[in-house]
């Protein structure tokens, strides 16, 4: 069985393909993850959890009608980017135009844009109408209030109007509830299904 490392560049051939993948936001490192090339390439030993995943990608056409999500938890480098990007391209082959974007990436963003009042609308509003927004580690952004309100506000939209999110974390409950507060914590708990992943990083060291 090939070993692909976590840490190389993934890269397809397609010039078209490529592009495609760029207007969803797909990090180039990622161009090439589907669910057949964990499959082939995947060494994790949380068999359960991409299980689970899988089911939920199975299902994706009533997990979006319903507004289901799911929030990927665990430690760095064991696959939930992978995961959460194979569930992506599974919308993608169903005519759907989910998103993805790093909490770090997105306020990043929204402060470059703070002073295009029209680009940051247009931006916004692409993070809280998406069929289904891809978060990629959620709580690695800064702890300022500002961002806090943003990216509850985000949550909050998404929520109300019953689209869904996956959100890939490092945290744990107690500290989610703690970075954001109790009311952003329970609409989490309302509109994911959690799946933690608990086997050790898949990226070799340099």
């Known amino acids: 069985m090939s070993q692909t490392t976590y840490n190389e560049p993934i890269l397809v051939n397609n010039i078209e393909e490529k592009n495609e993948l760029s207007d969803f936001g797909i990090p180039k490192r990622h161009w090439n993850v589907t669910w057949e090339w964990l499959r082939s390439n995947n060494r994790s030993k949380d068999v359960d959890a991409f299980k689970q995943a899988r089911e939920y990608s199975d299902n994706i056409d009533a997990n979006i009608k319903k507004g289901t999500g799911l929030i990927l938890k665990g430690g760095v480098g ?32 929204i402060y470059s844009l703070k002073n295009s009042k029209d680009e940051l609308r247009a931006f916004e509003d692409k993070l809280t109408g998406t069929k289904l927004l891809v978060l990629d580690d959620l709580g690695a952004e800064s702890s300022v209030e500002w961002v806090n309100i943003k990216v509850m506000s985000i949550l909050a939209k998404r929520y109300d109007d019953m689209l869904p999110i996956i959100a890939t974390t490092n945290l744990a409950n107690d500290d989610i509830k703690g970075k954001y507060d109790v009311r952003t914590y329970d609409r989490l708990k309302a509109m994911c299904k959690v799946i933690k992943f608990e086997g050790e990083s898949l990226r070799e060291g340099v």
């Open 78 to 109: 064991v696959g939930k980017t992978s995961v959460a990007v194979a569930i992506m391209r599974d919308c993608i082959d169903k005519g759907y135009r989910p998103y993805f974007i790093s909490s770090l990436h997105m306020l990043d963003k």
